[in-house]
Structures are given as structure tokens and as C-alpha cells.
């Protein structure tokens, strides 16, 4: 499975990506409650329904704000570049078997690299 981050469905919202829209067929993308808060507060082009269709994605387990301010000292994560919407999401995917996280972002990609969960969108993930 794969947890996918604001910033590829942003770009896949606004001109659809192939890539995204394999995983999308295939049941293999998951959703966190922050993702689709972020992308709530941005303009989507027929926004009611895009909302819809993320609202209807299956949701990875979510972890609390206790548990990931724990992992964030646990996993060294204090300044990485990354935020705390961030380490909810990594670390959402480290917490799931078999679960990779697909981002844009460059500092949170290595991040994820780091943890060993990261997507990595040139290589076919095996």
C-alpha cells in the first residue's frame, strides 16, 4: 500500500498523473485525515467531487500527537526540515507493514528514505 502525500496529490488533482491513476485502480493508495485536511484548504477543481472521492479512499491508522512527538525524538527527526503534519505521515507509514510513502517533497523524501519506507517513483518499487 501507499500513503501519499499532499504535495503528489496536489499535482495529480490539478493534471492527472498515469502512475497515480494505476495505484488509484488498483486499491494500493491510502489516505491520513491531514492529507485530506490540507487539501481542504486549497482550490480543487471540481472541488465537491474530488473532496468526495478522498473522503472514500481507505484511511491508514492514525497516530496520536503524543505518540508522534515520541517517535519524533525516538527516530531523530528534530531538524530534518520537516514539519509536524510531516512526521504524522511518515511516521503513519513506518507504524504499517508493508506500507510506502509517496512524496514530493525533497527533505521529507529523505526522510522517508531514511526510515525505510519511501516511494520512490523512478524505480517501480518492485
Known amino acids: ?15 492527472p498523473d498515469a502512475r497515480m491513476l494505476e495505484h488509484l485502480r488498483d486499491d494500493n493508495v491510502l489516505m491520513h485525515t ?3 485536511g490540507e487539501l481542504a ?5 471540481d472541488r465537491a467531487a474530488k ?3 478522498l473522503q472514500g479512499l481507505p484511511r491508514i491508522s492514525e497516530l496520536s500527537n503524543n505518540v ?6 525516538q527516530r531523530k527527526l528534530m531538524g530534518r526540515g520537516i ?4 512526521a504524522h505521515l511518515v511516521l503513519s507509514a513506518v507504524e504499517r507493514k ?13 526522510v522517508a528514505g531514511d ?5 520512490v517513483e523512478d524505480d517501480g518499487n518492485g
Do not use: K, Y
Not at 484548504?41 to 477543481?45: A, D, K, S, W
Not at 514539519?83 to 510531516?86: A, L, M, Q, S, T
Open 51 to 53: 473532496m468526495a472521492m
Open 41 to 45: 484548504c486549497g482550490n480543487l477543481p
Open 68 to 73: 508522534v512527538t515520541a517517535r519524533i525524538e
Open 98 to 110: 508493508d506500507t510506502r510513502f509517496w512524496t514530493r517533497d525533497r527533505r521529507l523524501h529523505q
Open 83 to 86: 514539519g509536524f503534519v510531516d
Open 115 to 119: 526510515l525505510g519506507v519511501a516511494f
Open 1 to 15: 500500500m501507499i500513503l501519499v502525500d499532499t504535495s503528489v496529490w496536489v499535482d495529480h488533482l490539478h493534471r
Open 34 to 36: 491531514m492529507v485530506i
